[in-house]
């Protein structure tokens, strides 16, 4: 399959957005900041608080990527012998970073002193058991590797959907997902004793709780792959938009205890909605929307988000950990620098980790127009 350039595109924005959002935490006050316009006070914190919604973004752009070669026909899924042939090249896609990284942290972590505790979290962290458990669904080596255990767990499934979700029955899971998910984490906010500035919970984030995501990314492959994506890039971008702003308002009041936790639950729908909306503007051919997500900075930035998205928390936390105690020129000086050293060893992951197989690094920085055939198989992390 020919790399897809919008969908590169929107990965980078998703993962420019959980960056900024990590590099920000705890930098926000509880009420504020505001900007001054007509004489109102229009607050900021829903656009600097949600960057972390890359996440959800990166989920449903998963399912799309995973299950466009198979809606094409590029790829077929016809028996388990498509199902195991699947498994192997996306355990060589996602293990070889994964492992790096994990063993990384781990060795990082054992600097502070080797426990019964941090043994248990290796062997759950090198067994791809850490989001199977409530205590260790976020890594505390490297807590944002919790997205990329959700999404090893649904490539795990993915065989399974796909040899199911032939024909219509893809519309029928869609529906059945779309209900259980958003059960399951109303169920998880009401029971459990969620705090209104949480980010992040097993039992609201585990794989059963965000199936949902995956599941529309494949619907959005489906019908994009049969040419049924209603060509009106304008009017689903504005909607998107307007959908991915309320979601932001209501999950920053959540986050500020305005609104109670169990309002998230339904407020993930409005916010996948409204990315399924700019996702299908962006498919949209000669558009403006294709044209500025094609841009090739932006593309790259996409095509590394593995690796940007792998290594940037551990880095924060060496190169910069109290970044909320600086004052706001120190605090603008180290973001860009932890951005730029992020992005420097990204671009090493991603030459010499991710694709050490390609001969031609210039294709994998889009320098020559060999860059054009660059696969979509990318993971989308968050």
Sequence with gaps: MDRVPVVNGLRGIAI?????????????????PYLSLLGNEIP????????????????????????L?????????????????FYRRRCRRLL??????????????????????????????????????????GPPFDVPLWSIGVEMMFSLFFPVIALRARGRALARWLWIVLVMALALRV??????STTAGMWLSYSTDNITCRLDEFVLGMMLAKLYAEHRLPERPTLFGIAGLVLVAAAWIGLDLSLHGVWPPVA????????????????????????????TLSWAPLQLVGMMC??????????????A???DALSWPAFLAAGAGLLLLTFAVAAVSYRFIEFRHVADWRRLFLLNESAEATSTSAPTPG
Excluded: K, Q
């Design 187 to 192: 169920l998880g906010y009401l029971s459990h």
């Design 96 to 137: 070889p970073l994964f492992y790096v990284a994990a063993i990384a942290v781990s060795a990082l972590a054992a600097t502070h002193g080797i426990t019964w505790s941090w043994l248990t979290e290796v062997i759950l962290l090198l067994t791809l058991a850490f989001t199977l458990t409530p205590s260790s669904f």
């Design 306 to 319: 593995y690796s940007l998205y792998i290594w940037h928390w551990p880095i924060l936390l060496l190169a």
């Design 264 to 291: 998230r639950a339904p407020l993930y729908d409005v916010l996948d909605t409204g990315f399924a909306a700019i996702i299908v503007a962006a498919l949209a051919r000669g558009g403006r929307i294709a044209a």
């Design 44 to 67: 900021l914190s829903p656009l600097i608080t949600n960057g972390w919604t890359g996440v959800n973004l990166f989920f449903i752009l998963s399912g799309f990527v995973l299950y």
């Design 16 to 32: 420019l957005g959980v960056m900024l959002c990590h590099i920000a935490a705890g930098t926000v006050p509880p009420v504020g």
């Design 321 to 323: 950990p109290d970044l």
């Design 69 to 85: 070669p198979y809606a094409a026909g590029e790829r077929r899924m016809a028996d388990w012998g498509d199902g195991f042939a």
